[in-house]
Each structure stands twice: as C-alpha cells, then as structure tokens.
C-alpha cells in the first residue's frame, strides 16, 4: 500500500521568512496530493492540492510543487505570519482513500 | 452553514461502556470517511462508506463498527472502549470516491475512556 514520509517533523521560521515541508510517498500510482492545516483541537482544513498532472500549483502565499518522477513533493509558504503557526499534513491518493504523512508543527516565530 | 457537523463534540465514556459518535452532511455526498486521530500523529483510516457500501481498512479493529442508514448519517459505534481507543473522532466526507476529490472534515469528536 501506500506509504508517506513528511518532513521535518517540527519547523520554527521568523515572522516574514519561508517554509517547506517536503514529502515523499511510495506508490507511483497515487495522483492527488492535497495539503491540510490543523490547528489545534479543530479540524484538518485544505489549504492546497495537486494533481499529478501539473507539476506546480500556487494560491497567494503557498505554493506546492510535485515531481513524480522522484515521487516527492512540497509545500512552500512564502512570508510566514504567526497565524501560519498550525501543524500541516501531506497526503496522497489513489482511489478513494487519502494516506497521512506524518505531520510537520510549524512554529511561526514573531 | 456547517457542512460535516459530529455529535457529541466531546465525549467521556467508561472502560469497556458502548458508545456511539453522530456525523451528519449537508453536502450531499457519496462517500463519508470515519478516522481516529490520536495525539501528535497522523488521522488513521477506519473505515468508509460508498453510498451503501462498507468499506473496513485491514487494521481496523473489530470493535469498531459503522453504521450509515441514509446519506446524510453515519455513525461509529465502538463495542466496548479501551483505554488505547481514547482519541479524536473525525468524520469526513467527498463527493465521489475518486482519488481527487477533495475531504472535507467534521470538527471532530474528542473521547475519553475513564
């Protein structure tokens, strides 16, 4: 089955600076890779996806960029803000089931 | 406008006492996913629903059980509660079950086993 790996696992930035979190996964088949954000004690929120046939996605300040090739892809937030502070999970998908990295805590510092 | 609403928001139950967690739509959707989510980890698939059809993740416990008597309900029963199955309780839900379509989640309903 599918297998994700995240990291890091734990991501302090300055107010204004960039983030990535990277993520790999396993089964080549795999063809939806959505990003959450979840705060804490509340619900896993979508903030980004792609699909595997576009390579970069970009919505304001993240972006998310995939290489199938290599079987990786990444999240980037450009000029962090301290309400960005939150946990953030990759995921893939293929068929009807989306597997979890293992969830990367982003501390925006101000 | 509340799309995946789960009832109770939190819920305290005892060792080995039966309980069941409500997830209701408003989206109409086929599919509703149930995950558990423990502490500083990943949600974890239990198991989903297509339309009618049952769909169990091989790890799942057998003391986990799903109901769906229409589209817009689903229920997780859990038989008789251990320690270890205290945790977030998230419902989720997507269209169709396609690989990209999109989850949206309930907020979730937080256990307690005493």
């Known amino acids: 089955g599918e297998n994700v790996e995240q990291h890091p696992s734990t991501l302090s930035v300055q107010e204004g600076d960039s983030a990535v979190i990277k993520c790999t996964y396993s089964?080549?088949?795999?063809?939806?890779f959505p990003w959450y954000k979840q705060e804490l004690g509340k619900r896993p929120q979508l903030i980004i996806d792609?699909?595997?046939?576009?390579g970069e996605k970009k919505d304001q300040r993240i972006a998310v960029t995939l290489n199938k090739t290599a079987k990786h892809f990444s999240l980037h937030i450009t000029e962090t803000q301290p309400e960005d502070s939150a946990v953030y999970f990759c995921?893939?998908?293929?068929?009807?089931?989306?597997?979890f990295g293992a969830g990367t805590i982003l501390r925006v510092k101000s | 406008d509340a799309m995946v609403i789960q009832n109770p928001r939190y819920q305290v139950t005892q060792f080995g006492k039966p309980v069941t967690l409500s997830c209701s739509q408003t989206?109409?959707?086929?599919?509703m996913y149930w995950y558990q989510q423990k502490s500083s980890q990943a949600p974890k698939l239990l198991f989903h629903?297509?339309?009618?059809?049952?769909?169990n993740e091989a790890d799942t416990p057998d003391n986990f059980q799903s109901r769906r008597p229409n589209t817009s309900f689903c229920f997780l029963d859990i038989r008789s509660p251990g320690l270890g199955d205290a945790a977030m309780y998230l419902c989720?839900?997507?269209?169709?079950?396609?690989?990209?379509?999109?989850?949206?989640f309930g907020p979730g309903t937080r256990l307690t086993v005493t």
């Open positions: 989720a839900t997507s269209r169709d079950p396609g690989g990209e379509n999109e989850q949206y």
């Open positions: 089964d080549s088949a795999s063809n939806y």
């Open positions: 792609i699909r595997s046939n576009v």
């Open positions: 995921a893939a998908s293929r068929g009807n089931k989306l597997v």
């Open positions: 989206l109409n959707h086929n599919v």
């Open positions: 629903y297509y339309d009618k059809d049952f769909n």
